[in-house]
């Protein structure tokens, strides 16, 4: 997948208050495997990933999710991180180290189970999630 980048603010804020309507807490555990109430269906799903400024690394809607199109939104929020996501089909994203902002990247996720790191800090900031 490339790396495409969507700046619509419109875009961005409604899709925003469409996950964020779901409600429900998340919860990161230490490994990093982020579960949310939020339920994706693929087809457009909105995904949000987030990394720094500390040393957490997390992505939010990713509980029951079902192979289809997603659109993960990244924040990245420290220059001495990255976000790097690889998994079945294919899947490798990432952001570079020393940027920081948000970054979008199109998906389409097949059954499997989904591997997020920080490329410099592997070994203590990363985590999965699975799709079914």
Known sequence: MGHARITLLIL???LGLAVAGCGGDDDTTAAGTTTADATGAGDGTTLK?????GFDISVDGT???TAGSYTLVV????SIHNFHLTGPGGIEVT???AAEGEETFELELVAGEYRFICDPHASSMNGTFTVG
């Open 12 to 14: 961005f804020v409604t």
């Open 49 to 53: 990933g987030t990394v720094g400024p």
């Open 63 to 65: 509980d029951s999710l």
């Open 75 to 78: 924040d990245d929020k420290a």
């Open 95 to 97: 952001t570079d180290v």
